[in-house]
Nanobody
């Protein structure tokens, strides 16, 4: 069964940092564009960041620009989301998801939830003092 597994969530004080990881089970990330989403209590799921298949392109939602960094390590078959200067409003369940785009789109990534092929079950990030 193809699935993604997120890890690294937890409780952190405002201003702190966390690094989330996402690794697949049953397939390789090499062929996929990867996106991190989050869903806060009572809110809709939103795209946070994505990285292209080639790794050359990334994108971020405005509220996390300059604080979060997405990266991928194809050798380790893992994608990361480094989150710095965390704020209480970053509190949410964070999900990774992947979509396989055509070869012509190797330098593109998308943050549209209904376009994703596979999802993880999420990891909870709580930012609180």
């Amino acid at each position: 069964q193809l699935q993604l597994v997120e890890s690294g969530g937890g409780l952190v004080q405002p201003g702190g940092s966390l690094r989330l990881s996402c690794a697949p089970s049953g397939f390789t990330l090499y062929y996929y564009t990867i996106t991190w989403f989050r869903q806060a209590p009572g809110k809709e799921r939103e795209g946070v960041s994505c990285i292209s298949k080639s790794g050359s392109s990334t994108n971020y939602v405005g509220s996390v620009k300059g604080r979060f960094t997405i990266s991928r390590d194809n050798a380790k078959n893992t994608v990361y989301l480094q989150m710095n200067s965390l704020k209480p409003e970053d509190t949410a369940v964070y999900y990774c998801a992947v979509v396989r785009l055509g070869a012509a789109y190797k330098d593109m990534c998308i943050m549209t939830s209904n376009a994703m092929d596979y999802w993880g079950k999420g990891t909870l990030v709580t930012v609180s003092s």
